[in-house]
């Protein structure tokens, strides 16, 4: 079992380092925005992720897990570092790699004997190397260059909403490392899954870095591709639903992630794709398919904002609109580039007034929406926002908008048109009620 440092207490950061304490290690989450280590330290979880509490309280009792702002107490035992801190999309659509040079800076100006360094935050092909050369540099600067470290890519695939079971059950864990003893190392990390015959993929850092960016880009491209095919069922008579359910069962294609809606967000998909493009021209080796799935990607949310207007007769000026969900998908309060965002704020732009609830992201939503004024209503109960509407938008499935009671709706509304957003109700229940039902490619 390892001595182990989180450094980054985020979404992946935190779900990680409790994780790895479940498999038995014992590790410290680090962060330097002290407010939410003091809150973690009271027992309070900073963000919305089911079964996430649960594993955290289990370590914490156990004394597996513990949190500290302070990296070099952190670093003093651990004979591994995990870097786990943001990588925002930067104005040209490149990674931005600030965090992740403080921390190896930081790492540099600390360590007095070897440690492994572990990349766990998604960073552009070639960060290993500018890891090594960072922590490297910070080493010379006060003249202790003779002591050891490794780096390693240890990209995270694990989806927010799915966190803790994504992160124990992994369908692939990849390890990228120059050396055997980092291997050996990265092995004793994983022991739990290892030992459970979880595919375990170790590559050089290069590839392992480009792993991950492969695989949102193939995920980002295959939403891309359903929500044009969408588009274009609309256009010429076809279901997408028939349409995506008969093409996902071809074993080559797969069935998950043909479901059209408003276009992917979240903190990973539109910048993983945007800093894979870029890396792509930087290289001379564009990635068109890469760059389409980006356009096409933002047409949607535009798609929806018209689809809405056709509905309502050529405007929604004067309009006012229950909008059912705000974070980027169910189960999380994460709205970076969330579809919402761009939706209502177009929606506003053109007139409309927004009477908006989601079970789990409202606090995020009020900032992120701030500049849309008065005309965004934020409310708790989905049945408050819908009264008084002139239409429903749902927009993220959040199971309790699944079940809707569709009389009790219709009752509030001040006129029946509901527009499924996610393809999430059948048409001729919804139509038989007496609404007019709008979805995504049917
Ligand atoms: N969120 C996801 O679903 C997901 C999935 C896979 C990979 N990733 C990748 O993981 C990385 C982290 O993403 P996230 O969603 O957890 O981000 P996040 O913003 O939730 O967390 C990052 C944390 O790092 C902290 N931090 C920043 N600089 C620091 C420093 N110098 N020292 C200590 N702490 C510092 C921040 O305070 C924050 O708490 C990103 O590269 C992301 O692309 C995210």
């Not at 290069?206 to 695989?215: N, T």
């Not at 359903?226 to 797969?254: M, P, S, T, W, Y």
Request: charged share 25%; aromatic share 8%.
């Amino acid at each position: 079992m390892a001595e182990i440092a989180i450094i980054g207490a985020g979404y992946v950061g935190l779900v990680s380092g409790a994780c790895l304490a479940d498999f038995g290690n014992r590790v410290i989450c680090v962060d330097n925005d002290a407010r939410k280590i003091e809150r973690l330290e009271a027992g309070e979880i900073p963000i919305y992720e089911p079964g996430l509490e649960d594993v955290v309280r289990r370590n914490t009792a156990s004394g597996r897990l513990g949190f500290s702002a302070s990296l070099p107490s952190a670093l003093e035992k651990s004979g591994v570092v995990f870097i786990a801190v943001g990588t925002p999309p930067s104005e040209d659509g490149s990674a931005d790699l600030s965090h992740v040079e403080a921390v190896a800076r930081e790492i540099g100006r600390t360590i007095t004997e070897y440690r492994v360094i572990v990349d766990k935050s998604t960073v552009p092909v070639g960060t290993g190397r500018k890891v090594r050369q960072w922590i490297a540099e910070e080493l010379d600067r006060r003249a202790a260059g003779g002591i050891p470290f490794d780096v390693v890519s240890n990209p995270e695939f694990l989806r927010e909403g799915a966190a803790v079971q994504d992160f124990t059950h992994p369908d692939r864990i990849v390890i990228g490392a120059e050396t055997e003893k980092a291997r050996g190392v990265m092995r004793d990390v994983y022991r739990a899954l290892y030992l459970n015959e979880t595919p375990y993929i170790e590559t050089n850092i290069e590839s392992a870095e480009m792993i991950k960016y492969a695989s949102n880009a193939f995920l980002a491209i295959k939403i891309s591709f359903i929500n044009e095919v969408a588009n274009l069922c609309e256009k010429v008579g076809a279901n997408v639903q028939d349409v995506a359910k008969a093409v996902g069962r071809d074993g080559r294609i797969g069935g998950k992630f043909l479901h059209p809606g408003p276009g992917y967000g979240g903190s990973c998909f539109p910048k993983d794709t945007q800093a894979l493009a870029y890396t792509g021209k930087l290289h001379g080796s564009p990635l068109s398919l890469v760059e389409a799935a980006i356009g096409a990607n933002e047409r949607q949310k535009l798609n929806m904002v018209e689809k809405i207007e056709r509905g309502l007769g050529g405007s929604v000026r004067g309009k006012k609109l229950a909008v059912l969900g705000l974070a980027f998908k169910p189960n999380t309060d994460d709205m970076r580039e969330a579809p919402a965002l761009v939706i209502i704020g177009e929606l506003v732009r053109r007139g409309a007034e927004i009477r908006a609830c989601d079970p789990a992201a409202l606090k995020e939503a009020a900032w992120r929406l701030r500049d849309a004024g008065p005309a965004v209503t934020l409310f708790d109960g989905e049945y408050d926002a819908l009264s008084g509407a002139d239409a429903l938008v749902l927009m993220t499935e959040w199971n309790q908008y699944r079940s809707l009671d569709l009389d009790r709706v219709k009752a509030l509304l001040a006129a029946p048109v509901f527009f499924d957003l996610r393809n999430v109700y059948k048409r001729n229940e919804v139509e038989q009620k007496g609404f007019r039902y709008f979805a995504v490619g049917q």
